[in-house]
């Protein structure tokens, strides 16, 4: 019987994929997780709150808004003299007023980013405390941030 020549050279195809450096490269990966997540999850410890946070709806023509400048003063965006600062006694009575006619009228806090966190916390607090059902912070998106 005569060979042909070509088929001298020729080898077997092997039709099997060989895992074996992929099971490697898994196991060190694997490896490196392991090593990195504790010293990941390392930090400060705070206790939060146990309440879930929801959104709010965007402010409307029936949301009532109270502005802090960076001063500090309070302005409530109704009546006559909402271009005008107002104490915590009128900001209180005016909230009052406008919940007394409509009850569920959300609160919404607008502040400057260099005002003390203390005068924002103080006006959520007098809204509260007029009664009113939620308070909001209002934030700019990044994208419409100003220079």
Same mark, same amino acid.
């Given at each position: 019987m005569v060979k042909h020549p070509?088929?001298?050279? %020729?080898?077997?195809?092997? $039709?099997e994929i060989n895992v074996v450096p992929y099971i490697d490269v898994m196991l060190v990966l694997l490896v490196i997780f392991m090593v990195t997540a504790p010293l990941i999850t390392t930090g400060v410890k705070v206790n939060l709150p146990q309440e879930r946070a929801?959104? &709010? $709806?965007?402010?409307t023509t029936e949301s009532l808004v109270i502005t802090v400048d960076q001063f500090g003063d309070y302005y409530l965006d109704v009546g006559k003299d909402k271009h005008l600062p107002a104490t915590e006694q009128t900001l209180f009575e005016r909230i009052r007023i406008v919940l !007394? /006619?409509?009850?569920?009228?959300? &609160?919404?806090?607008? $502040? !400057?980013?260099?005002? !003390? /966190?203390? %005068?924002?916390? %103080? $006006?959520?607090v007098i809204a509260q405390a007029a009664g009113a059902p939620e308070v909001g912070l209002i934030t700019v998106p990044p994208e419409r941030r100003e220079p």
């Open positions: 070509r088929s001298r050279n %020729r080898r077997r195809l092997m $039709a929801g959104g &709010i $709806a965007s402010p !007394d /006619y409509k009850r569920q009228t959300p &609160i919404l806090v607008r $502040a !400057d980013n260099r005002v !003390d /966190y203390g %005068r924002v916390v %103080r $006006a959520m």
